[in-house]
């Protein structure tokens, strides 16, 4: 069964630094890797997809892919107290689409 | 506009009384899902369907039934509800789960569901 771990947080950085969120899962056969926002209260939205090692940019937001070591980051640069949310990482392929993980809840301090 | 609506957004009912939520897309996708989402646990997949009259289960689907008789439409079910139910709910529509870059899923505003 497919798991996905993250760190639950709170991950606190002041305004204007980089704010780096991990992810790890187990699933070796995984082609597609999530990073989704959440605000409190409301649903989940797509921030970027990533599929291939290495690096993919895209604005602020920086996914990271790494499958020998089967993790995922997600680096925000210049933090603004508006991304302050939680963070979910979630792996994808196959019929059931989508495994997340619990989330990560980042607060950007003015 | 693109969008996955759900109703109703709130919901307060009793144990035992059968209710429905409903759940529709206009994006034309093949596959929708219905997770649940708690504190501390993320979001858990309930049900999922690849496409019209086909579902299947997905990681806690006790207590849940599914139908999908047309391709917009993905009512979730509680026949008998119970206080363990207590949650809030997502509804998710994607292209067609499988392929990296269409595995996005799009997702509905939620319902929060409280059961007493």
């Known amino acids: 069964q497919k798991e996905v771990e993250q760190n639950s947080g709170p991950l606190s950085v002041p305004e204007g630094a980089i704010a780096s969120l991990n992810c790890t899962y187990s699933d070796r056969g995984s082609q597609s890797f999530f990073w989704y926002r959440q605000y409190s209260g409301k649903s989940p939205e797509l921030i970027m997809f990533?599929?291939?090692?290495g690096d993919k940019e895209d604005g602020r937001f920086t996914a990271q892919l790494n499958k020998a070591s089967q993790y995922v980051s997600l680096l925000i640069r210049d933090s603004q107290p508006s991304d302050s949310a939680t963070y979910l990482c979630a792996q994808g392929g196959g019929r059931r689409a989508l495994t997340f993980g619990s989330g990560t809840r980042l607060q950007v301090q003015p | 506009e693109a969008q996955v609506t759900q109703n109703p957004r709130y919901l307060i009912t009793v144990t035992g009384k059968k209710l429905t939520v409903t759940c529709s897309q206009n994006?034309?996708?093949?596959?929708m899902s219905w997770y649940r989402q708690d504190p501390g646990l993320g979001l858990r997949q309930i049900y999922y369907s690849m496409n019209v009259e086909v579902t299947d289960k997905g990681d806690v689907p006790e207590g849940y039934k599914v139908s999908r008789k047309e391709k917009r439409n993905f009512p979730l079910i509680l026949e008998s509800p119970s206080p363990n139910q207590t949650s809030l709910y997502f509804c998710?529509?994607?292209?067609?789960?499988?392929?990296?870059?269409?595995?996005?899923?799009?997702f509905g505003p939620g319902t929060r569901l409280t059961v007493l």
């Open positions: 994006m034309n996708h093949e596959y």
């Open positions: 998710a529509s994607s292209p067609s789960p499988g392929q990296a870059s269409t595995d996005t899923q799009y």
């Open positions: 990533i599929y291939s090692n």
